[in-house]
């Protein structure tokens, strides 16, 4: 059964830090995974998706990283800022007795403060 | 181009009554994906329809089904509901269902 994990559950930051988030997978025969940020009380905002194939994806200030074999991921932050404030959360997608679906972490909070 | 919309957007009903939340998909994407978000669960998948069919179903009772219209337009309903179902319901579609998922800004249903 698929299991994902984000470390850490919660992170408070000062304006300007370069952060780190986790995501590590049990199975390593994922599709491809994706990185969303959801806004208290809001629906999720797509990221950054890498597919199988790939080792990283990069969008403005984030970076994305993954590696299969070991099945983790990073969502590399730079020069954070007091509107990443957010959860975080990844999710992978895997194909299962014939079926296909994300599987989701349950998120890193973000906190960046001024 | 427009996002994913869901309605409504909030919900109160009461334990044993029944209810229908909508999702328009982004145009020309085929996929609608639906979750349930609770604290104690966080985000779980719920089933996806592709071109008016049920391609796939996560872990969820009998009570949750949902369908798709040949706009992809999606509805879900849950019947005779438990407290336990209050949540964010929150849909996403995609072009055929791998690609990157838009979500909706979700349906908050309350049960009492």
């Known amino acids: 059964k698929q299991e994902v994990t984000q470390i850490p559950a919660a992170l408070s930051v000062p304006e300007g830090e370069n952060l780190v988030l986790n995501c590590s997978f049990t199975d390593s025969a994922i599709y491809n995974l994706q990185w969303f940020r959801q806004d208290p009380g809001k629906g999720l905002t797509s990221l950054l998706l890498i597919q199988s194939s790939q080792r990283e994806q990069t969008s403005g200030r984030l970076n994305a990283s993954l590696d299969k074999s070991s099945g983790r991921s990073t969502l590399y932050i730079a020069a954070s800022q007091p509107g990443d404030s957010a959860t975080y959360l990844c999710a992978v997608r895997r194909f299962s007795g014939g079926y296909n679906k994300l599987i989701f972490g349950a998120g890193t909070r973000l906190a960046v403060h001024p | 181009k427009a996002g994913v919309t869901q309605t409504p957007r909030y919900l109160i009903k009461t334990r044993g009554q029944q209810v229908t939340l909508s999702c328009s998909p982004i145009s020309g994407h085929r996929s609608v994906s639906w979750y349930q978000q609770t604290p104690g669960q966080g985000l779980q998948f719920l089933f996806e329809?592709?071109?008016?069919?049920?391609?796939n179903k996560g872990n969820f009772p009998g009570r949750f089904s949902g369908r798709q219209f040949s706009n992809s337009r999606s509805e879900m309903n849950v019947s005779t509901l438990e407290l336990g179902d209050s949540a964010l319901y929150l849909c996403?579609?995609?072009?055929?269902?791998?690609?990157?998922?838009?979500f909706g800004p979700g349906t908050r249903l309350l049960v009492l």
């Open positions: 329809y592709f071109s008016e069919t049920q391609r």
């Open positions: 996403a579609s995609s072009l055929s269902g791998q690609e990157t998922q838009y």
